[in-house]
């Protein structure tokens, strides 16, 4: 077994074949030793098809194979017995006192339950969400959020030394058009007749924050609308008007440009983090990219690219060149203006992880930022790191639906379902819950009513309420639950029995397979299921009975089944409630 107080059955079985492996295989070291659960009872607690890998390179019979690892199976005490199934299957057995004493593992590691040592402290860092700053978060950076948040749990009870970073996008044009717009808004609220461009952020946010500008400061930053407009002939709301809207506008206030851009920058970083909060999505780190400038890291990045011939010009700009790498095309770097790219300062921020002696890197990314991947790695790689070392976790956008019509998200013009208001209208449990449903790179179309609804087809209220029946029962019974973690387990013998112990021995290995995955989905899934068989034990059996032994033997594996619930909801950032 592993060095963890709980059994680990498919590591101890692992380690058992691994002496006997080396001598057969010698070559094949690394050979990744798998057992599978089986569809149907009668072929096992766990399958393993590792005689059919083996029999190729080794010129025998797989079954041959299966009975040589079968041998060094049998030293296992957890094993009643062994079969060698079809064309080399090996089909294994728990004992049944195995599994009736498995409660008991539970109810002594409690919170710690589940928790591996895959890990092994190694230092990871997961960042994820990461909006722009430029307006309340809406609800596709929210399943970002849920699903990065319960990633980093999951990987912190693999026994990972978790970072959680957020990346803030404070040095780019998003946050001058944002400035830009406030400051309109601002010329507004004292009686100036200004054009607001359509293609500049419309939200009531932007609003608000022109009225706490002219609270605190009246006409100080008024000047002239004419000439804002100065030099702008066109009257179509370009992008490249609202640019020159924007160099207008710095070289107007001067100075007191800084204080509008730093204003709306706290103001919605400020709201951002008091939402994110409030999800239960904390972090560790929150990163500035204008201190990858100001530290001279991105002209660094750029310089070093261009020693090592990375680096080409044309046009006057300066290429990466990230086809070299499997890019689609090569990227720009330094335009010909002399200004960075975001690309090179994503290029200097992922240095600085790796500089910051993370072993792995994890970003957590919106599907659409699927062909940024190679170029990204490619520039890692170029600038002589493993490109390996940095995993893309996609995210994919969630559309909700209410009343069954789709709901209308676009930032910029400020007609969008905030974060905020999916949270007030289903609670934050059914939003982390909804949110992690699905694989992340799969679509995910959010149900508002369902999730609202107190129904069996509701996962988080089927789930929950699994945990209020169990702590009712615990409730009934009145006595101190303490004890059971000593209760003899052995008359739990019902099929219904068996196949819960069976379940809640699964958990472990579950929360290694997510963290390894990188799939909390797995652990959503784990405990709609755990439940459903909860749900019919308790509809089917009676657990204050008479007989004492059996009593607290079915008071020991509900209160197993609680402790397990409690853990998983605990990784997806949802609440366990004892009273619904």
Same mark, same amino acid.
């Given at each position: 077994?592993?060095?963890?107080?709980?059994?680990?059955?498919?590591?101890?079985?692992?380690?058992?074949?691994?002496?006997?492996?080396?001598?057969?295989?010698?070559?094949?070291?690394?050979?990744?030793?798998?057992?599978?659960?089986?569809?149907?009872? $009668?072929?096992?607690?766990?399958?393993?098809?590792?005689?059919? %890998?083996?029999?190729?390179?080794?010129?025998?019979?797989?079954?041959?194979?299966?009975?040589?690892?079968?041998?060094?199976?049998?030293?296992?005490?957890?094993?009643?017995?062994?079969?060698?199934?079809?064309?080399?299957?090996?089909?294994?057995?728990?004992?049944?006192?195995?599994?009736?004493?498995?409660?008991? /593992?539970?109810?002594?590691?409690?919170?710690?339950? #589940?928790?591996?040592?895959?890990?092994?402290?190694?230092?990871?860092?997961?960042?994820?969400? $990461?909006?722009?700053?430029? *307006?309340?978060?809406?609800? #596709?950076? #929210?399943?970002?959020?849920?699903?990065?948040? $319960?990633?980093?749990?999951?990987?912190?009870?693999?026994?990972?030394?978790?970072?959680?970073?957020?990346?803030?996008?404070?040095? *780019?044009?998003?946050?001058?058009?944002?400035?830009?717009?406030?400051?309109?808004?601002?010329?507004?609220?004292?009686?100036?007749?200004?054009?607001?461009? #359509?293609?500049?952020?419309?939200?009531?946010?932007?609003?608000?924050?022109?009225?706490?500008? /002219?609270?605190?400061?009246?006409?100080?930053?008024?000047?002239?609308?004419?000439?804002?407009?100065?030099?702008?002939?066109?009257?179509?709301?370009?992008?490249? !008007?609202?640019?020159?809207?924007?160099?207008?506008?710095?070289?107007?206030?001067?100075?007191?440009?800084?204080?509008?851009?730093?204003?709306?920058?706290?103001?919605?970083?400020?709201?951002?983090?008091?939402?994110?909060?409030?999800?239960?999505?904390?972090?560790?780190?929150?990163?500035?990219?204008?201190?990858?400038?100001?530290?001279?890291?991105?002209?660094?990045?750029?310089?070093?690219?261009? %020693?090592?011939?990375?680096?080409?010009?044309?046009?006057?700009?300066?290429?990466?060149?990230?086809?070299?790498? =499997?890019?689609?095309?090569?990227?720009?770097?330094?335009?010909?203006?002399? %200004?960075?790219?975001?690309?090179?300062?994503?290029?200097?921020?992922?240095?600085?992880?790796?500089?910051?002696?993370?072993?792995?890197?994890?970003?957590?990314?919106?599907?659409?930022?699927?062909?940024?991947?190679?170029?990204?790695?490619?520039?890692? +790689?170029?600038?002589?790191?493993?490109?390996?070392?940095?995993?893309?976790?996609?995210?994919?956008?969630?559309?909700?639906?209410?009343? =069954?019509?789709?709901?209308? !998200?676009?930032?910029?013009?400020?007609?969008?379902?905030?974060?905020?208001?999916?949270?007030?209208?289903?609670?934050?449990?059914?939003?982390?819950?909804?949110?992690?449903?699905?694989?992340?790179? +799969?679509?995910?179309?959010?149900?508002?009513?369902?999730?609202?609804?107190?129904?069996?087809?509701?996962?988080?209220?089927?789930? +929950?309420?699994?945990?209020?029946?169990?702590?009712?029962?615990?409730?009934?019974?009145?006595?101190?639950?303490?004890?059971?973690?000593?209760?003899?387990?052995?008359?739990?013998?019902?099929?219904?029995?068996?196949?819960?112990? %069976?379940?809640?021995?699964?958990?472990?290995? !579950?929360?290694?397979?997510?963290?390894?995955?990188?799939?909390?989905?797995?652990?959503?899934?784990?405990?709609?299921?755990?439940?459903?068989?909860? /749900?019919?034990?308790?509809?089917?059996?009676?657990?204050?009975?008479?007989?004492?032994?059996?009593?607290?033997?079915?008071? *020991?594996?509900?209160?197993?089944?609680?402790?397990?619930?409690?853990?998983?909801?605990?990784?997806?950032?949802?609440?366990?409630?004892?009273?619904?």
């Amino acid at each position: 077994m592993n060095s963890s107080l709980q059994p680990n059955f498919k590591y101890h079985f692992a380690e058992l074949l691994r002496p006997i492996l080396s001598g057969m295989a010698p070559s094949s070291p690394d050979i990744e030793i798998e057992f599978s659960r089986p569809k149907q009872a $009668s072929h096992g607690d766990y399958s393993c098809n590792l005689a059919m %890998q083996l029999a190729k390179p080794l010129r025998r019979s797989p079954r041959d194979v299966a009975a040589s690892l079968v041998e060094a199976l049998s030293a296992s005490p957890y094993l009643e017995k062994i079969e060698i199934a079809g064309a080399g299957f090996i089909n294994l057995f728990l004992t049944t006192s195995v599994k009736q004493q498995f409660p008991r /593992h539970v109810l002594r590691a409690g919170e710690t339950f #589940g928790h591996g040592n895959i890990g092994a402290g190694k230092k990871i860092q997961v960042e994820y969400v $990461s909006a722009n700053p430029t *307006g309340p978060l809406h609800v #596709g950076h #929210g399943r970002g959020a849920a699903f990065g948040a $319960s990633l980093a749990n999951v990987l912190a009870a693999a026994s990972y030394s978790v970072a959680r970073e957020y990346y803030v996008n404070d040095a *780019g044009r998003q946050m001058d058009i944002l400035a830009l717009s406030t400051w309109l808004r601002y010329l507004e609220l004292n009686s100036l007749a200004i054009h607001f461009p #359509g293609n500049a952020y419309q939200g009531e946010y932007v609003r608000d924050m022109a009225r706490l500008i /002219h609270k605190a400061h009246a006409g100080r930053y008024i000047h002239a609308p004419a000439l804002l407009y100065e030099g702008i002939s066109s009257e179509e709301d370009s992008e490249e !008007m609202l640019d020159a809207l924007i160099a207008n506008a710095k070289k107007l206030l001067g100075q007191d440009y800084a204080y509008i851009h730093n204003f709306v920058l706290t103001e919605q970083l400020g709201d951002c983090s008091n939402d994110l909060l409030e999800f239960g999505v904390v972090f560790d780190t929150w990163f500035s990219e204008q201190s990858l400038f100001d530290s001279g890291a991105v002209a660094n990045v750029v310089q070093v690219l261009e %020693q090592g011939n990375y680096l080409y010009e044309q046009d006057g700009a300066k290429w990466f060149r990230s086809a070299d790498f =499997g890019d689609e095309k090569d990227r720009v770097v330094q335009r010909e203006n002399g %200004q960075f790219t975001y690309f090179a300062s994503d290029i200097a921020y992922h240095l600085n992880k790796f500089q910051r002696g993370f072993e792995r890197v994890i970003d957590v990314w919106g599907a659409d930022h699927h062909g940024y991947i190679a170029r990204v790695k490619g520039a890692l +790689q170029a600038m002589a790191f493993d490109p390996s070392k940095l995993e893309i976790a996609l995210v994919q956008f969630a559309v909700l639906y209410r009343d =069954g019509k789709k709901a209308p !998200m676009s930032t910029r013009a400020g007609e969008f379902v905030t974060l905020r208001e999916l949270r007030q209208e289903v609670g934050n449990d059914a939003a982390r819950f909804f949110y992690v449903l699905r694989k992340s790179d +799969q679509h995910l179309d959010f149900d508002l009513d369902l999730a609202k609804s107190q129904s069996n087809d509701n996962p988080v209220y089927y789930v +929950q309420y699994a945990h209020a029946r169990v702590c009712s029962v615990l409730e009934q019974w009145g006595e101190d639950t303490a004890m059971l973690a000593g209760a003899d387990m052995s008359p739990l013998a019902s099929v219904v029995e068996l196949s819960l112990l %069976q379940k809640l021995i699964d958990y472990p290995e !579950m929360v290694e397979a997510a963290a390894r995955e990188l799939s909390p989905h797995l652990i959503a899934f784990y405990l709609r299921e755990l439940a459903g068989e909860f /749900h019919s034990y308790y509809n089917s059996t009676r657990f204050l009975v008479p007989d004492i032994p059996l009593r607290l033997a079915r008071l *020991g594996l509900v209160a197993a089944v609680r402790q397990v619930l409690s853990n998983g909801l605990k990784l997806l950032g949802v609440s366990a409630p004892a009273k619904m």
